[in-house]
């Protein structure tokens, strides 16, 4: 009975044994690449599983980089596995890139890989150019007519500006400020709708394509309209603006004036105020005459004859209207 558990313990460490030494040892990766023409010792595979390196990884991207006439290490490949690059997109790109002609080392490739851009989309773009369509810019000429473009512009990858160049973003806005200055230095709109690939041929001669990541190849104007008349606009804006303004100084010389007359009213008031003060002082002195001798009662008299004459004349002279108001 003992001897059979332990011999079911030397074959379960047996088969354990066996297993581990097929995963340490990829025979079969190994004989595969030997059978494809890929130069690669057992020793390395073994050494890549340690370093957590997938070995079918490697010897699959030597396999097809050699079918294509590529040199490339398995030193290189585990390199730019180890530093977060996407081998297989790098592996395509070499080989796309070899077929077209395109220069493209591997050194420049995983570059371009680990700055974050797709290189095998790089490539394709590069053979085959992408039309990319501008949204709708408006634009005034020096008529005041608005204008409103659509561009297309095809543009091919820059296989050596990738790294550290402008995106689509960038030939986006420099096509829309050609487009802007071109449309806002025509003297008239008619000039840019009669001939619309003036626009074309200003915005290319600008080389907008500069630090970005593409080649601008062509530039063709698929659209213009006529907005606004902006000039009409700012002109009415100006005058209502202009009539606001006159609106305001003239209530505030309103204001001014009303304010003076009311200035006037009460200094008017007070000297009224003033003059009503001095004529109650009238009795008192004729009072302290009486008193002191000065004026006798013929005197007196006298002067009211000559005051009730005063107000008859008075009286008589202005018009009945005044004299109701004085009744009243």
């Known amino acids: 009975m003992d001897g059979s558990v332990g011999l079911i313990f030397i074959v379960i460490g047996s088969v354990l044994a066996l297993f581990l030494l097929l995963y340490l040892l990829p025979v079969n990766l190994w004989f595969t690449a030997q059978l494809s023409g890929v130069r690669i010792n057992l020793l390395n595979l073994v050494l890549m599983r340690l370093r957590r390196v997938p070995p079918s990884l490697v010897v699959n991207a030597m396999i097809t980089s050699t079918k294509a006439g590529l040199n490339i290490t398995s030193n290189e490949i585990e390199t730019h596995y180890l ?52 949204p709708p810019v408006a634009a005034v000429a020096k008529d005041g007519i608005q204008l409103i473009a ?13 790294v550290g160049g402008a995106g689509e973003e960038t030939i986006l806005a420099r096509v829309g400020e050609g487009i802007v200055t071109t449309i806002g230095s025509a ?7 009669e001939n619309p690939d003036k626009i074309s041929k200003v915005v290319l001669a600008k080389g ?6 593409f080649e601008i190849l062509s530039i063709d104007i698929a659209d213009i309209d006529i ?17 606001k303004v006159a609106n305001a100084k003239a209530e505030e010389r309103r204001a001014i004036a009303v304010a003076f ?11 009224r105020a003033k003059v009503i003060e001095a004529e109650s002082q009238i009795p008192l002195a004729i009072a302290e005459s009486f008193r002191s001798g000065n004026l006798g009662i013929m005197d007196y008299y006298r002067m009211q004859n000559i005051q009730a004459d005063t107000d008859m004349r008075e009286s008589i002279a202005k018009p009945n209207g005044d004299q109701k108001k004085d009744k009243k």
């Open 83 to 134: 530093a977060g690059g996407h081998v297989d997109n790098v592996i395509k790109a070499l080989i796309s890139a070899d077929k077209a002609s395109i220069p493209l080392d591997f050194k420049l490739a995983t570059a371009i890989d680990l700055a974050g851009r797709d290189v095998f989309e790089a490539v394709q773009l590069s053979v085959n150019p992408r039309v990319i369509n501008t």
């Open 227 to 243: 907005g606004d008349n902006i000039g009409a606009k700012l002109q009415t804006d100006q005058a209502e603006a202009d009539l």
């Open 208 to 213: 907008l394509d500069s630090g970005t990541a």
């Open 261 to 271: 007359e009311q200035e006037m009213k009460a200094k008017a008031q007070d000297a």
């Open 187 to 193: 003297t008239s709109h008619k000039e840019v709708l």
């Open 150 to 162: 659509k561009a297309r512009v095809t543009v091919r990858a820059n296989i050596n500006q990738l």
